[in-house]
């Protein structure tokens, strides 16, 4: 098993820029990869980005591309989420989640960090 632990949401105005991280620890070397995802009130739960574990290949949702990146440190098992320009409809619960195959949906998931982008 994988336990993920998210960390660096908060407040900020809209334009600004956050970066979330998010540590696992476990059985992380059999991991496929680990994904960013959201949910606003209201709301469904969005996927945002994914990296994969062996070669760090990289997908994201359309609405993020081109503001959000997602990266990882290796020496920390941490994946970070960067997200720049941000606006008021980015104001969501930011999850960090695991798995280890493409072939099922994300088991692992951490607790959720706030972020919150006024105007």
């Known amino acids: 098993q994988v336990q993920l632990v998210e960390s660096g949401g908060g407040l900020v105005q809209a334009g600004g820029s956050l970066r979330l991280s998010c540590a696992a620890s476990g059985r992380t070397n059999s991991m496929y990869d680990m994904g960013w995802f959201r949910q606003a009130p209201g709301k469904e739960r969005e996927f945002l980005a994914a990296?994969?574990?062996?070669?760090?290949?990289?997908h994201y949702a359309d609405s993020v591309k081109g503001r959000f990146t997602i990266s990882r440190d290796n020496a920390k098992n941490t994946v970070y989420l960067q997200m720049n320009s941000l606006k008021p409809e980015d104001t969501a619960v930011y999850y960090c989640?695991?798995?280890?195959?493409?072939?099922?949906?994300?088991?692992?998931w951490g607790q959720g960090t706030q972020v919150t982008v006024s105007s």
């Open positions: 989640a695991a798995r280890y195959t493409s072939y099922y949906a994300y088991n692992y």
């Open positions: 990296i994969t574990w062996r070669d760090s290949n990289l």
